[in-house]
T-cell receptor, first 115, second 114 residues
Framework: EPEVTQTPSHQVTQMGQEVILRCVPI?????FYWYRQILGQKVEFLVS????????KSEIFDDQFSVERPDGSNFTLKIRSTKLEDSAMYFC?????????????FGPGTRLTVL | AQTVTQSQPEMSVQEAETVTLSCTYD???????LFWYKQPPSRQMILVIR??????QNATENRFSVNFQKAAKSFSLKISDSQLGDAAMYFC???????????FGTGTRLKVLA
C-alpha cells in the first residue's frame, strides 16, 4: 500500500539554525500538508499546498516557515531560524483527489529537537 | 470559531468490551467532514473512520462505528470487541468542505486492559 514517508525521523539542531524537513507524499496525490504536534498536545495545522502554491496557512506559519515542492516528488518544510518552541513532532500528509471527498494520509513524522 | 472538543483525556476498556469516545465540534457550516484518527505509540497518524456531514447514515468500519448527531454537533466513536492493539491516542478532526484546513481535538488516550 502506498504511504507517505518523512526524513529524517529525528532532527536535533541548535537554536537559530535552519532546518529542512522532507516528505515524499503518495505519488498521485495533489494536496499536501504540514502539521505540528508539541509533545502531549493536539495536532496543529500549519499549511496546505496545492498546485505549487500555499492554499491555506495558520497563524503559526509565520515568515520563519516556508514550504516547497522542488522536484515533483518531495515536499519540504523549512524553518529559517529555529526557536526552542519549535521543538515538536512534524507530520506531513497528503490527499489524492478533489479535497472534498478524499482523506489525509499521514507520514510517520519527524521529531525536531531545538537545543 | 471552529473548534473540536474531546472531553475525555483518557479512557480505559477491558479487552473484548465496547468503549465510546466522545467528540463535539462547533461550526456554523452545513457541509463538512469529520474524522477519527488513531495515533499509536509509533506516533504515525492512521485514519480510522470518516463521516460526511450530509450523510445521515452513520459510518462503520469493521469494529469501529460512529454516532453522528448533526444537530447536537456530536461525533462519537464506538469501538466494539476492543483489542490490545487498539490502545492509542484517538483524535477527532473536522474540515469544512471546499477548504484545506483540518482542525483536530486534543485527543483521548485509550488504554485496553487484558
Amino acid at each position: 500500500e502506498p504511504e507517505v514517508t518523512q526524513t529524517p525521523s529525528h532532527q536535533v539542531t541548535q537554536m537559530g539554525q535552519e532546518v529542512i524537513l522532507r516528505c515524499v507524499p503518495i505519488s498521485n496525490h495533489l494536496y499536501f500538508y504540514w502539521y505540528r504536534q508539541i509533545l502531549g498536545q493536539k495536532v496543529e495545522f500549519l499549511v496546505s499546498f496545492y498546485n505549487n502554491e500555499i492554499s491555506e496557512k495558520s497563524e503559526i506559519f509565520d515568515d520563519q516557515f516556508s514550504v516547497e515542492r522542488p522536484d515533483g516528488s518531495n515536499f519540504t518544510l523549512k524553518i529559517r531560524s529555529t526557536k526552542l518552541e519549535d521543538s515538536a513532532m512534524y507530520f506531513c500528509a497528503s490527499i489524492g483527489g478533489a479535497g472534498g471527498t478524499d482523506t489525509q494520509y499521514f507520514g510517520p513524522g519527524t521529531r525536531l529537537t531545538v537545543l | 470559531a471552529q473548534t473540536v472538543t474531546q472531553s475525555q483525556p483518557e479512557m480505559s476498556v477491558q479487552e473484548a468490551e465496547t468503549v465510546t469516545l466522545s467528540c463535539t465540534y462547533d461550526t456554523s457550516e452545513s457541509d463538512y467532514y469529520l474524522f477519527w484518527y488513531k495515533q499509536p505509540p509509533s506516533r504515525q497518524m492512521i485514519l480510522v473512520i470518516r463521516q460526511e456531514a450530509y450523510k445521515q447514515q452513520n459510518a462503520t468500519e469493521n469494529r469501529f462505528s460512529v454516532n453522528f448527531q448533526k444537530a447536537a454537533k456530536s461525533f462519537s466513536l464506538k469501538i466494539s470487541d476492543s483489542q490490545l492493539g487498539d490502545a492509542a491516542m484517538y483524535f477527532c478532526a473536522y474540515r469544512v468542505s471546499g477548504t484545506y484546513k483540518y482542525i483536530f481535538g486534543t485527543g483521548t488516550r485509550l488504554k485496553v486492559l487484558a
